[in-house]
């Protein structure tokens, strides 16, 4: 499986945007970026993903670069519910089911 | 909503018992999962099942075994338990829908100590 390498922690204030980074150097081409997060007490939930274009939903958008060598989760408001652990994961799209989960980042939000 | 529902939050065990950790989805999905969370290790698979009677070996499935006589239900069994199984044990299940992507939907998980 390919790795994925995150800051360990991040700190943001409510009401502004937060970008996570997340590298993939090893990345292949049928590797689709995945992003869950985890809250406080709670099993992880799914974010966003995407392969080569930018996407956007409800919760947030994934920037992927030109070279998909590295993306951007971007939360363009935070607030306080948004404190948790975000994990950036590469997965085969048809492949094996299994999700490989790093270290995450864990994102504090600053009222 | 949908759901995944875990037997219990917090379990209490001693050493050499045998553990059953059960796992109930209502989303009609095929994949079920159990993973477990340490700290420093994050989030590693144990086994998981793509359908009603099967299992699949993940990465770590050494000390546990599981069952799935039931399309909605997936129990993770420690045969003995040891010190070293302490940890948060989660569940999840997905369905795998060919061309679409299929997200996991994860439990509130159970923080087993084995004593």
């Known amino acids: 499986d390919a790795k994925t390498t995150q800051p360990n922690s991040m700190e943001s204030n409510e009401e502004e945007p937060v970008h996570l980074p997340c590298n993939h150097s090893?990345?292949?081409?049928?590797?689709?970026i995945h992003w869950y997060r985890q809250l406080p007490s709670q099993g992880p939930e799914y974010v966003i993903h995407g392969l080569t274009s930018n996407v956007n939903n409800r919760m947030a958008s994934l920037a992927i670069a030109e070279d998909r060598k590295s993306s951007t989760l971007i939360l363009h408001r935070a607030t306080l519910r948004d404190a948790a652990v975000y994990y950036c994961i590469l997965r085969l799209f048809q492949g094996a089911q299994k999700l490989v989960f790093g270290q995450g980042t864990r994102l504090t939000i600053n009222p | 909503d949908v759901k995944v529902t875990q037997s219990s939050r917090y379990l209490v065990k001693r050493t050499g018992e045998k553990v059953f950790l059960e796992c109930v989805q209502d989303m009609d999905h095929e994949n079920m999962f159990w993973y477990r969370q340490d700290p420093g290790l994050g989030l590693r698979l144990i086994y998981f099942s793509y359908d009603v009677k099967m299992k699949e070996k993940g990465d770590i499935p050494e000390g546990y075994s599981v069952s799935r006589e039931k399309k909605e239900r997936f129990s993770l069994i420690l045969e003995s338990a040891s010190t070293n199984q302490t940890s948060m044990y989660l569940c999840a299940s997905s369905r795998p829908v060919a061309g679409v992507y299929n997200e996991q939907f994860f439990g509130p998980g159970t923080r087993l100590t084995v004593l």
């Open positions: 090893t990345i292949s081409g049928t590797d689709y």
